[in-house]
T-cell receptor, first 112, second 114 residues
């Protein structure tokens, strides 16, 4: 299995621009998570889906952030408009039976 | 407040030496405790998962211990290698089977020098 696949790996964008991060979970996994990681706050759960349905989005910082999962093999995290404080590494992760969560390699976002 | 605290924040050791990383948590109700390894520029990778009834679990040169009474865990690395240089993150799960309720520590950054 290729693991959790994220794109882009790196993105530099200007403040105010829209950013879309993409994720392909491991085939067969029914949970998908979006995390954000910063040096100061560590890993923070933004939102998670079960069977393509958003279960808890209480970690989404504000209305500028939105996430969708149109099917079992694809999810997006969108930031519109982006701000410099959104600069972080965004991880997508998935899990199936059992407790292990598998992470992608992350999308490194810099907003200037 | 549910919290996971790790110590030390960073650690430097020589190749071949052993080391122990600490994790203290105030999480209730407790379900399980996990240790993840995160290489620089990569996503976290699971090392061990321990439930309430387990007090030790090994994964190669990594051995995790859990004392549910004192709410402490440790990760012991034996005969360290250069590839062990990474951040080690302690994570506590609140509810059995509920992957969402994970409380993450900030990690211990380990550097193994030749």
């Amino acid at each position: 299995d290729a693991g959790v696949i994220q794109s882009p790996r790196h993105e530099v964008t200007e403040m105010g621009q829209e950013v879309t991060l993409r994720c392909k979970p491991i085939s067969g996994h029914d949970y998908l998570f979006w995390y954000r990681q910063t040096m100061m706050r560590g890993l923070e759960l933004l939102i998670y889906f079960n069977n393509n349905v958003p279960i808890d989005d209480s970690g989404m910082p504000e209305d500028r952030f939105s996430a969708k999962m149109p099917n079992a093999s694809f999810s997006t995290l969108k930031i519109q408009p982006s701000e410099p404080r959104d600069s972080a590494v965004y991880f997508c992760a998935s899990s199936g039976l059992g407790n292990t969560i598998y992470f992608g390699e992350g999308s490194w976002l810099t907003v200037v | 407040k549910n919290q996971v605290e790790q110590s030390p924040q960073s650690l430097i050791i020589l190749e071949g030496k052993n080391c122990t990383l600490q994790c203290n948590y105030t999480v209730s109700p407790f379900s399980n405790l996990r240790w993840y390894k995160q290489d620089t520029g990569r996503g976290p990778v699971s090392l061990t998962i321990m439930t309430f009834s387990e007090n030790t679990k090994s994964n190669g040169r990594y051995t995790a211990t859990l004392d549910a009474d004192t709410k402490q865990s440790s990760l012991h690395i034996t005969a360290s290698q250069l590839s062990d240089s990474a951040s080690y993150i302690c994570v506590v799960s609140l509810n059995a089977g509920n992957n969402r309720k994970l409380i993450w520590g900030l990690g211990t950054s380990l550097a193994v020098n030749p």
